[in-house]
């Protein structure tokens, strides 16, 4: 009996070795022939076998590259060149007030030098680039003053040079401008919201660009909407190297973690990678998903000349600052859209009525009393600042129906905050005791609420 079960348990060993190496033979014919920068269509993909098999590695999207980018030229005229690895298509358009001249372009890996766009010449302030949605670039010109690309072209690589991307900006008067305006043809590629799904959904998370869709209705967990500040071409304050975009995101992805860890509310995240997203975007992301609070993440700076501060604020919107420094700010924020390339004049109008304004009492109310739970527990767990509760116009917050807060975790402009912003002991204990803001909030909510019908 024994050497019968020896015998069948080699047989079976054999046949799975056999099956093996024929799957093999068919998984090497099917990847021939193949070119490794296309997805596969779905005739060349292989027929899963009966047997569990590890996955090929997907494939990676190669984005051309921009390894170099300079200005030339005077007040008259002045060219702008982009180095490239491979020639790409774009479209250009202009904005006034500010004079701007937005050109937006297939994703683009930049690789650029430090500093390179910061300082202008000619015609040109000063000019960003970044992601503004996934598969689309953006560069952002600032303007000295009324001009228009005169000429612009793509030059091929050729004689040991690279591809270039070239613009030529001419000065024209303030009439001839606002007249090429109307005659704009918009690009195809705008902001767009990004990533903003629920990330309790692999699939949808995984789907570049997904719009948002409707609230589950089958979930009836509260929704909770973190917002990273900034993105892509807005890097928001720089200090030591360190970027706000870039701790905010951080941060906001450790709070998002630590709330689906508990599993009380359904998490929202306005941006989740290094997107630009307008900041009427941010907002109807939280409308369009019905959220019960939202919490816009910020990094503050001071310049130089206006002293040293430090500590984390809490903000919520009102129609007058409540201190010259929380009108800084507000403004400082609210400029974001310019940044990015959004034309302010297409911003939607307020509803104003009865209705809206009592909407908007009654969140304000909840804001505050959110605000105000934030700070008691934060106070535990992170330096705050002298007076840590304050309020300004920030469009970021002007949801009528949702509670709504942006937090200013430290300033980046200190060196002790900076410390902090880039510490994960402290982002996790400041992400624990904003959790257990967020768990105080709603309890006392349900509280008033009452049990339901």
């Known amino acids: 009996m024994a050497s019968r079960a020896n015998y069948r348990v080699l047989l079976a060993f054999a046949l799975l070795c056999a099956a093996a190496l024929a799957w093999t033979g068919v998984a090497v014919v099917g990847s021939t022939n193949v070119d490794a920068t296309e997805e596969p269509s779905p005739a060349s993909a292989p027929v899963a076998a009966s047997a569990p098999v590890a996955a090929a590695p997907l494939a990676v999207p190669v984005f051309p590259l921009a390894s170099d980018a300079r200005l030339a030229g005077d007040g008259k005229q002045t060219r702008f060149v982009l180095d490239l690895d491979k020639t790409i298509p774009f479209r250009a358009f202009a904005l006034a007030d500010p004079y701007r001249v937005v050109v937006d372009i297939p994703q683009v890996n930049f690789q650029l030098g430090a500093g390179i766009g910061s300082t202008g010449r000619g015609l040109v302030k000063a000019f960003r680039y970044g992601l503004v949605m996934p598969g689309g670039s953006r560069i952002v010109f600032d303007l000295t003053g009324p001009a228009k690309i005169s000429n612009s072209y793509v030059l091929d690589a050729a004689n040991g040079q690279p591809a270039r991307l070239v613009l030529e900006f001419t000065e024209v008067d303030r009439t001839a401008f606002v007249q090429s305006l109307a005659s704009d043809s918009r690009p195809q590629l705008r902001p767009a919201i990004a990533d903003a799904v629920d990330s309790a959904s692999p699939a949808a998370a995984s789907a570049p660009g997904a719009k948002l869709s409707e609230p589950a209705v089958t979930d009836p967990r509260p929704v909770v909407v973190i917002d990273p500040g900034h993105g892509g071409l807005d890097n928001g ?60 993440i910020h990094a503050d700076s001071l310049p130089h000349r206006e002293g040293d501060a430090q500590g984390a604020t809490i903000y919520t919107l009102s129609d007058h600052a409540s201190d010259t420094e929380a009108e800084r700010l507000a403004d400082s924020e609210n400029r974001a859209d310019a940044i990015g390339g959004v034309n302010l004049t297409e911003e939607p109008t307020d509803v104003a009525d009865i209705l809206i304004d009592l909407a908007q009492r009654e969140t304000r109310t909840f804001s505050n009393r959110f605000a105000r739970l934030l700070v008691n527990e934060m106070k535990n767990t992170a330096r705050m600042y002298k007076h840590p509760l304050k309020s300004a116009g920030f469009r970021v917050l002007k949801a009528p129906d949702v509670p709504s807060v942006l937090v200013e975790l430290g300033y980046v402009s200190n060196k002790s905050d900076l410390e902090h912003l880039v510490s994960e002991n402290w982002r996790s204990r400041t992400v624990g005791s904003m959790t257990q803001a967020i768990d105080a909030f709603f309890a006392k909510r349900l509280a008033t609420a009452g049990p339901a019908n």
């Open 237 to 296: 304050t720089q200090a030591d190297g360190e970027s706000e975009k870039n701790l905010v995101l951080a941060f906001g992805l450790a709070l998002r973690d630590r709330i689906e860890k508990g599993g009380k509310y359904r998490v929202v995240m306005t941006r989740s990678d290094d997107t630009f997203v307008p900041l009427s975007d941010r907002v109807k992301i939280a409308r369009d998903q019905s959220a019960a609070l939202f919490v816009s």
